[in-house]
């Protein structure tokens, strides 16, 4: 269980705007809570409270009393409380430690003094409930942003926390990699575990999240069930400053189009001249049948990574 009693907490470097005021949370075991609200609203910052990071590593004012399965935060280290709060970030790169992965899985372990014999077998366990056997090995440099995340949760997992907090872990992965980060987080509240996460994309989350706090200016506006945020419409999150809940739906865009003059591209193909790697070399890179852009648009390309390459010299 984690409860925040009257906290708040001011960031010795921060603007007076920059707080945390009077949060008074409990989220019970098993729990799946969801952190949103606008960038800046305190998001990162519960996150830090919960995990310890507040006070033990960013200075500041904290008053009131952050409780993590009954030891107060504030009382016991980092290294003590990393055995019962995992953390995943936005850029798993700033919490790697090694350099390759099967290390990096075992390093939380080894770092807690845990024998060389649980240590295999939580290994064992973690890349089978993780299904990334085929990651094992490898150069940590190597890896693509989704596997690194994979990874990162991976260390994390080993360590068998009861609670997990991760902020912002969508942040830079592409649609697939987001589906697997989603497995991931369902393996992890099937095991009964806690997880604390804050997210700017709420879509992938409207099935595994029980409750939602929105955030504003350092305080907790809502408080609700899922089934009480999923009935929110889109004008409604909109004015929240929140993304929809439903995965972006492009095909719907079609159409939507008045501009009188437009760019046409059809029947287009490129391929680098000097592409590395024998049986890629000449591959295609752009393959474009058809396709129209209004003139005075702003046209977002998206997509998983390596689909495409545009670089604008
Ligand atoms: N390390 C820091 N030092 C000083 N101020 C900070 C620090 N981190 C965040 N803040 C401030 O605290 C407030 C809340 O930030 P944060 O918790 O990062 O919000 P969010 O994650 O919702 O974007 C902001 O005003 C931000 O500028
Ligand atoms: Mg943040």
Redesign the pocket.
């Known amino acids: 269980m984690i409860e925040l009693k009257n906290v708040s907490f001011q960031?010795e470097?921060?603007?007076s705007?920059?707080k945390i005021e009077n949060i008074d949370l409990t989220i019970h075991d098993g729990e799946v809570v969801l952190l949103c609200?606008e960038?800046?609203?305190?998001?990162?910052?519960l996150t830090r409270l919960i995990n310890g990071l507040i006070p033990h590593y960013?200075e500041g004012t904290l008053t009131g009393q952050t409780i993590v399965e009954g030891i107060d935060v504030k009382n016991v280290s980092l290294y003590a409380l990393s055995g019962v709060v995992g953390s995943v970030f936005q850029n798993p790169r700033t919490q790697f430690f090694t350099v390759d992965t099967t290390s990096e899985i075992a390093f939380g372990c080894e770092n807690l003094g845990i024998d060389a014999e649980e240590i295999n077998s939580r290994m064992e366990k973690t890349v089978s409930a993780l299904k990334i056997r085929d990651l094992l090995n490898r150069s940590l440099f190597a890896l693509s942003g989704g596997e690194k995340q994979k990874i990162a949760c991976a260390s994390v997992s080993a360590m068998e926390p009861k609670i997990f907090v991760l902020d912002e872990p969508s942040s830079n992965l592409d649609i697939e990699s987001i589906r697997e980060l989603k497995n991931v987080l369902r393996e992890w509240k099937a095991q009964g575990k806690t997880i604390v996460i804050?997210e700017h994309r709420l879509y992938y989350l409207m099935d595994i999240a029980d409750r939602v706090l929105y955030?504003t200016d350092?305080h907790i506006k809502e408080n609700l069930p899922i089934a009480d945020f999923r009935k929110k419409t889109t004008d409604e999150l909109q004015s929240l400053g929140l993304r929809a809940l439903q995965s972006e739906d492009f095909s719907r865009m079609k159409g939507a189009v008045g501009a009188t003059r437009q760019l046409y591209i059809r029947d287009f193909e490129a391929a680098y001249k000097n592409a590395s790697g024998g049986r890629k070399q000449k591959q295609k890179v752009l393959d474009i049948p058809d396709l129209m852009i209004p003139q005075g648009s702003v046209v977002g390309v998206v997509g998983n990574n390596g689909v495409m390459w545009y670089k604008k010299s």
């Open positions: 960031y470097q921060g603007s705007k920059g609200g960038s800046g609203c305190g998001k990162t910052t960013y804050a955030m350092g």
